[in-house]
């Protein structure tokens, strides 16, 4: 379990969108990282790692991604 000390902001529209699209993330899947990255108030792609539901590699990808993003 992964628990922040400060609340996190929902994942946006476009971060789901590329979990989804570029890294062929299940509906399924996504849909337990929301509602357990809201439980915890944990960072989304965190939680999906630590769930089994995307690799390291993959995680990397999403960092790499994020960092484009701002």
Known sequence: ????????????RE???????????SSNALNLGLRQAELEQAPLPIVLWSFGLLSLDQLQQVFDWQSTQE
Do not use: K
């Open 15 to 25: 971060l789901q969108d590329f979990l989804q699209r570029r890294l062929g993330l």
């Open 1 to 12: 379990m992964v628990v922040c000390s400060h609340p996190q902001q929902p994942p946006s």
